[in-house]
Nanobody
Framework: QVRMVESGGGSVQAGGSLRLSCAAS????????MGWFRQAPVKEREGVAA????????FYADSVKGRFTISQNNAKNMVYLQMNSLKPEDTAMYYC????????????????????WGQGTQVTVSS
């Protein structure tokens, strides 16, 4: 069992930045793909970014490319999401999730592939 805990959410004006952190209680073969998802009210959950822990490959949704950066610490038990140039449409609850490496390689945006989920951290961007 891997416990995931997010932090770093908050309220910011458009154009601002936030850095989300996710602490995983352990690094295992079931957490070699770390992803960030978000869900806004009355919208479906969407994949924001993912990082494949073996090769270091990163993946981004088109809507955040060039603005968000996903990274991981050397111990691979922390994953970060640096969010710059935030827009009101980025407002959502953000969740981190962990999955086996195959999830990143076969389709990182599919939430069903992820085994462990955090409780979420709210990001609110005002115009």
């Amino acid at each position: 069992q891997v416990r995931m805990v997010e932090s770093g959410g908050g309220s910011v004006q458009a154009g601002g930045s936030l850095r989300l952190s996710c602490a995983a209680s352990a690094y295992t073969d079931s957490s070699n793909c770390m992803g960030w998802f978000r869900q806004a009210p009355v919208k479906e959950r969407e994949g924001v970014a993912a990082l494949e822990g073996v090769g270091g490959n990163t993946f981004y949704a088109d809507s955040v490319k060039g603005r968000f950066t996903i990274s991981q610490n050397n111990a691979k038990n922390m994953v970060y999401l640096q969010m710059n140039s935030l827009k009101p449409e980025d407002t959502a609850m953000y969740y981190c999730a962990a999955a086996p490496r195959a999830a990143c390689l076969l389709g990182w945006t599919r939430g069903a592939r992820y085994i462990y989920w955090g409780q979420g951290t709210q990001v609110t961007v005002s115009s």
